[in-house]
């Protein structure tokens, strides 16, 4: 009974930025709990990848080269999953990045709508893009995928911090909407994962180094955010709405740098 109500057999999910990292690996888990995939990134090659092994694995996959920041591509995107596949479940918004730190005077227009366009506007896009079609089926799950930075600030990271504490709390604002419609919403917030090559020695060294200022002692594995995305997409989360779940080793917990885990530093005399 436990295991059926995690099965994802029968549902349709999309996965933007799915095709390296994070959700690439959310991607794989979705599949192997019987969803099928449409994979949407800028980048068709990576995507491709993806949605091959999802085949590879059974299920149905098609990537879709989507940048989330236009939201016709988006809208265009959705359209072609719902007439693909015939409905969309499962919505996660994994599709974001660069956290760039620059002095706040430096910063252009340019940089900041961009900042905001890549890590929230486009998570409102998708949302906004699926949102008829899951109120019409009362049905559906949305995943966001938010950050530490959402939670706390850092010298020099602006656009990033404000785009994430944005998707937070889109993703209650969204909850509470549509909890009457058989939706339900939540968020992830990532720690530090391991997603660049580790038999580069120089990156293994500085994820290796990483590690230390983690609770656990390691950084995370791409693989781990997979289960938490499938049970927050399954029927076992079906009164789970509105909610943050922090994966990241019990970095947050602490604060920024966690009493006792902090490499020991020796001061000079």
């Not at 085949?55 to 236009?70: E, F, K, Q, W």
């Not at 999953?81 to 599709?95: H, P, Q, R, T, Y």
Request: proline share 4%.
């Amino acid at each position: 009974m436990v295991l059926e109500s995690l099965s994802l057999e029968g549902k349709v999910a999309i996965v933007t930025g799915g095709g390296t990292g994070l959700g690439k690996a959310m991607c794989h888990a979705m599949a192997r709990a019987g969803a099928d995939i449409v994979v949407a990134a800028r980048r068709v090659e990576p995507i491709e990848g993806t949605a091959s092994e999802v085949r590879a694995m059974g299920r149905r996959a098609i990537a879709i080269p989507t940048d989330v920041t236009n939201s016709r591509q988006v809208n265009a995107m959705v359209e072609k999953a719902i007439s693909e596949f015939g409905k969309v479940d499962i919505l996660i918004n994994n599709a974001g990045g660069g956290d760039q730190r620059k002095p706040i005077w430096d910063i252009t227009d340019e940089e900041w709508r961009r900042g905001i366009d890549t890590n929230l506007t486009g998570t409102f896009y998708c949302c906004r893009a699926v949102s008829r079609h899951m109120v019409e089926r009362k049905s559906g799950r949305v995943i966001n995928i938010a950050s530490g930075y959402g939670l706390r600030g850092d010298r020099d990271v602006f656009m990033y911090a404000a785009a994430k504490a944005g998707v937070i709390l889109l993703t209650k604002s969204l909850a509470l909407t549509w909890a009457r419609d058989g939706i339900r919403v939540n968020c992830i917030v990532p720690g530090f994962f391991a997603t660049a090559p580790m038999d580069i020695p120089e990156v293994r060294q500085y994820i290796e180094s990483r590690g230390r200022f983690i609770p656990v002692g390691r950084v995370g594995e791409p693989r781990e955010m997979g289960p938490l995305a499938v049970y927050l997409a399954s029927d076992a989360a079906d009164y789970v709405t509105g909610q943050i779940f922090i994966a990241d080793g019990g970095g947050l917990a602490g604060g920024y740098a966690t009493t006792g885990y902090a490499p020991v530093i020796p001061l000079d005399k």
